[in-house]
């Protein structure tokens, strides 16, 4: 098994669609503490849509950073 960590970096951006090939599970994962970083999800899950070879690739969606979420401005 290999993963691969992007963490949504732009300058990574252009490589990512390599990754999709031959792959069985892809998690997007977002900052519950950021808004603009919930609001990515979905040009992340289309770039997936796009890129992917196997209809049954599983994706997954995780809000991280819920630890701090008292504090962010989602609430």
């Not at 603009?36 to 049954?56: G, P, T, Y």
Request: aromatic share 10%.
């Amino acid at each position: 098994m290999v993963i691969w960590d992007t963490a949504g970096q732009e300058q990574f951006r252009s490589i990512t669609k390599l990754f999709y090939k031959n792959s069985q599970a892809a998690i997007v994962v977002y900052d519950v503490t950021k808004r603009e970083s919930f609001d990515d999800v979905n040009s992340w899950l289309e770039e997936i849509e796009d890129n992917r070879d196997q209809d049954d690739m599983l994706v997954y969606l995780a809000g991280n950073r819920v630890d701090l979420a008292e504090i962010s401005d989602l609430r």
